[in-house]
């Protein structure tokens, strides 16, 4: 059975993971419209880019935004949370 503080890092873990998915689906577009420069390049400006031009979804861009750092801040949080409390 899995105490509070693994539940609370799988969580983060599957919030970021679909946020990462969003940016492979992102990645995937730029690549089949012809946009992708490589690594080096931001994904989501060259993905916002194709928005303004090609009416691509939006959804990909928004969730990736928002769900990888909440899902960074809740495992990082609960780590660091029940280490705090390990302490006392």
């Excluded at 969580?11 to 946020?19: F, Q, T």
């Excluded at 990909?60 to 990888?68: C, E, G, K, N, S």
């Amino acid at each position: 059975m899995l105490t509070g503080l693994h539940q609370a890092v799988f969580i983060g873990l599957g919030i970021a993971c679909v946020g990462l998915g969003c940016r492979g689906y992102m990645d995937l577009c730029l690549r089949r419209h012809g946009r992708y420069r490589g690594w080096k390049h931001n994904t989501e400006r060259e993905y916002f880019r194709l928005m303004k031009e090609l009416k691509v979804p939006r959804w990909p861009l928004f969730a990736a935004i928002i769900f990888v750092p909440l899902g960074m801040i809740l495992m990082f949080g609960a780590i660091i949370y029940s280490n705090h409390m390990r302490l006392r």
